[in-house]
């Protein structure tokens, strides 16, 4: 556990070393800004306009780590043989693997968390400029369960980097593989149940239908994970389905990565 | 130094085999029947010509790389095996470290993963930054660093946990005389505490000067083995088109020219 820590720590530190938190900060107070802004125009439903628009935001600070900070840390590592400054101790694959992901997430959790953080202080912001009476709506423990479940979603597309990066060599090529999962991912949902209902004059072939079958039981759902809109209504999810979508989370994350640490085991480092 | 008496073996290379794939079609002979063994206590040195496999033959002892056929045995252990790093250092070619952390950072990193608590650890630090020359620049992220200083801070990184066998691919790649001359001393320092030491290398009078035993790989196999006091006696020494080539440079250019034939 030490040495996975270790990697934690040293991917921690190198992806806060990247400035990322000024570039963060900097769009918390923009989303503050923006949030306190538009929602005004939008009398009567100024609480739905603000909570949608921050835990957006939320979720786009949080999609930035997989996309460029995951792919850059990981592939760079692997493409530059900065790995061998790590497997070259007694760490192994494994460690290594369990390790960028745990810094990864970590890096994720932070983002996000200041992200929330602006979000409420909008919300606060709101209240003062608009009126309380406004506000009746809002509940902090939707809040917090759209945030939660979005860091979750973050930690499913961040295992499925890992994978991408354990499979190929190309940085490039894993960020648009993780591209493709992401897409997938919001949208398979919706074609299951497209598929699911009859429509007159419209045939779908059985290739198409196994196929979608097929996509839907590889590929993670990543709409379930999507909890905005019940936060903006002040929807709480009841405990019992919170933790059902949060288990198929880390469900996903376990089998994710004990891909990514067969495909590494095998793979040359040369 | 090494001697005759000392013959337990830590490093060997049993008739080793890899093949890389260059393209779809096109695979590359890395290794073919690699076969020597390294004994405790001495410096051995691998010269080679470019493509000869040396790297291939080093990442493969620290499992990065993992050999097609034959066996590696390091101090007793499969290099596959993370456990066997505990007693080697590795320093790569062209070292690449976290570009926003600093040395600092790289040594904290060191001592965690080999059980150090932070009380030890900050002196063992200082001494390794001091050894190496880079206390003026302990707090500057690698990224700003030279590459001889990064190869310096790597070779810090290696030395951390006072490795049984060090492991270097060129470690004098990159350096200038001064960054030469430290690291040989420190190569030499290391070995008179009874380290064994392997290492690649293009530079030949620094492998003539530093080394017990010299290899001379080529076409992914051990060519020959050659004692620096051998090179001595035997008349190696030779002129070309009036250049004079020292004892090793002529022995590596007439084995490299009998394989190639």
């Known amino acids: ?270 | 130094m090494y001697t005759n008496f000392m013959k337990e073996t830590v490093i060997t290379y049993d008739q080793v085999f890899k093949t890389y794939k260059a393209d779809i079609r096109i695979k590359k002979k890395a290794l073919t029947g690699l076969h020597f063994q390294v004994q405790k206590g001495e410096v051995f040195g691998v010269v080679g010509p470019n493509g000869a496999g040396k790297s291939t033959a080093l990442k493969i002892l620290m499992g990065f790389v993992r050999a097609d056929k034959g066996n590696i045995d390091l101090n007793g252990q499969s290099p596959t095996n993370p456990a066997s790093h505990k007693f080697v250092g590795f320093l790569p070619e062209n070292p690449c470290l976290y570009e926003h952390l600093t040395i600092i950072d790289h040594l904290k990193f060191c001592a965690r993963v080999n059980g150090y608590s932070s009380q030890e650890s900050v002196q063992k630090i200082q001494n390794l930054i001091d050894l190496v020359d880079l206390s003026h620049s302990a707090t500057i992220p690698i990224r700003r660093f030279s590459k001889g200083m990064t190869q310096r801070a790597a070779l810090a990184c290696a030395l951390f946990h006072e490795p049984e066998i060090l492991i270097l691919d060129e470690p004098m790649s990159g350096l200038d005389p001064l960054g030469r001359q430290l690291v040989i001393e420190i190569i030499r320092e290391y070995n008179k505490k009874g380290h064994t030491i392997l290492f690649c290398s293009h530079i030949l009078t620094d492998v003539e000067r530093m080394c017990d035993r010299i290899g001379i790989m080529c076409n992914g196999k051990l060519a020959s083995i050659i004692k620096p006091e051998e090179l001595a006696q035997n008349v190696y020494s030779q002129t070309t088109n009036g250049e004079k080539k020292t004892p090793l440079e002529s022995f590596f250019l007439k084995t490299v020219e009998e394989q190639s034939l």
């Open chain 1, 1 to 270: 556990m030490n040495n996975i820590f270790a990697v934690i720590s040293i991917t921690f530190k190198e992806g806060l070393r990247q400035r990322i938190l000024y570039g963060v900060i900097i769009s918390a107070l923009f989303v503050m800004f923006f949030a306190v802004l538009f929602s005004g125009w939008f009398m009567r439903d100024i609480s739905k306009i603000i909570l949608d628009f921050c835990l957006s935001a939320v979720s786009v600070g949080g999609l930035l780590i997989p996309f460029f900070l995951a792919v850059n840390l990981l592939s760079k590592d692997i493409e530059r043989k900065t790995i061998y400054a790590i497997l070259a101790k007694p760490i192994s694959r494994t460690q290594y693997i369990l390790g960028k992901f745990g810094g990864l997430i970590a890096l994720a959790a932070v983002v996000m968390s200041i992200l929330s953080a602006s979000s409420l202080v909008s919300v606060w912001i709101g209240k003062l400029l608009y009126g309380a009476r406004f506000f009746t709506d809002f509940s902090l423990l939707a809040f917090t369960q759209a945030v939660l479940m979005s860091w979750l979603s973050v930690a499913v597309l961040i295992a499925l980097v890992v994978v991408w990066c354990c499979v190929t060599t190309s940085a490039f090529l894993a960020t648009l593989l993780t591209l493709f999962t992401y897409i997938i991912g919001q949208t398979i949902d919706d074609v299951v149940r497209f598929l699911s209902v009859d429509t007159v004059g419209v045939e779908i072939s059985a290739t198409v239908e196994k196929t979608v079958q097929v996509v839907k039981y590889i590929f993670p759902n990543l709409a379930v994970f999507d909890l905005k809109l019940q936060a903006a209504h002040n929807v709480i999810l009841p405990f019992g389905e919170f933790t059902t979508i949060g288990m198929y989370g880390v469900c996903y994350c376990i089998v994710a990565l004990s891909l990514a640490v067969l495909i590494f085991q095998k793979r040359d480092l040369a």
